[in-house]
DNA sequence: AATGGGACCTGCGCGC
DNA sequence: TGCGCGCAGGTCCCAT
């Protein structure tokens, strides 16, 4: 799925497009990606109402429409969302009172609407860790002097970190020069450093570039990210390092797969 | 506490 | 060409 950087992307053009839009439509394709609440209240809900913030957090979009009622929009791996004309391959089509859709894509219909009174009380929303914009250095060390667990899946792990997924994680591991299968704790304090702003450095980087399109994401405008490109080990098995033009190799680490460069991490 | 497997879904590319 | 398999940006749930 969209990862952090997709979904704060999205959250930006959402910003744009749908503040103080009123919903006068719904159309619903495919009912299974709404969990909550039935769909004829899902609808009934909606309509008529009027956009009034969008929200980001972890990898979830909220859009808020008045106190008591948000939108919560979880796209999981395949979702995303589409500004313009009313899309045939929507699971979802919300029709503005501009004349243009709001169209929810979704190949593998993994992804999940749902309206609610709150989000804060999602039980998802509060096992979250903190944002990684919101961590300090010292905070984040703590973390992974107390975990056991091999580093890769731990910063893809939302409740210690929220927003990192397979891609990013994989990324800044290359960025800090560190062996995915290290464990967390076994990392000395030069290695956390790295990490950390490597960490940063990353996911600002899939922001100021749009995110990343390695599959089918596309950004609200319909367009691809421009972070695919500069990925420099996701996706780039076989191919030569970036930085010593060493082979990238593929593993799997918790049962996703892995790239990085044998040679620089270590 | 940590890890592994399967489940939820659809569709693509690959080897035979 | 056709078919079966593995794999895909996420998360949950169960078992060990």
Redesign the pocket.
């Known amino acids: 799925?969209?990862?952090l950087p997709?979904v704060e992307t999205i959250k930006r053009q959402l910003e744009k497009k749908m503040l103080d839009k009123k919903i006068v439509n719904i159309q619903i394709n495919n009912k299974?990606v709404i969990k909550e609440p039935d769909t004829e209240s899902f609808k009934n809900g909606i309509v008529g109402e009027t956009v009034t913030e969008v929200i980001r957090r972890?990898?979830?979009l909220i859009i808020k429409f008045k106190e008591d009622k948000f939108l919560i929009i979880?796209?999981?791996?395949?979702g995303?969302l589409l500004y313009g004309k009313k899309e045939e391959?929507s699971r979802v089509s919300f029709e503005l009172s501009d004349g243009n859709f709001l169209n929810y894509m979704d190949?593998?219909?993994?992804g999940e609407l749902k309206l609610r009174r709150d989000y804060k009380d999602l039980?998802?929303i509060k096992?979250l860790g903190p944002e990684p914009f919101d961590i300090s250095l010292e905070e984040f060390a703590k973390i992974l002097k107390?975990?056991?667990?091999?580093i890769k899946?731990?910063l893809?792990d939302?409740?210690v970190i929220?927003g990192?997924?397979?891609?990013?994680?994989q990324e800044a591991l290359f960025a800090a020069q560190i062996d995915p299968t290290n464990?967390?704790?076994n990392l000395n304090q030069t290695q956390v450093a790295n990490l950390y702003k490597a960490m940063l450095l990353v996911l600002n980087e899939g922001i100021k570039y749009k995110?990343?399109?390695?599959?089918?994401?596309r950004n609200l405008e319909g367009d691809k990210?421009g972070m695919?490109k500069r990925l420099k080990v996701?996706?780039r098995e076989n191919k030569p390092c970036v930085v010593c033009k060493e082979p990238i190799k593929?593993t799997?680490?918790?049962?996703?797969?892995t790239c990085f460069c044998p040679n620089c991490q270590k």
């Open positions: 799925m969209p990862e997709e299974t972890a990898k979830l979880h796209l999981r791996i395949s995303w391959k190949q593998r219909m993994l039980k998802f096992s107390a975990k056991k667990t091999k899946p731990l893809m939302q409740t929220a990192m997924g397979n891609i990013y994680a464990t967390a704790n995110g990343s399109s390695v599959d089918i994401y990210g695919e996701y996706g593929k799997l680490i918790g049962g996703r797969g």
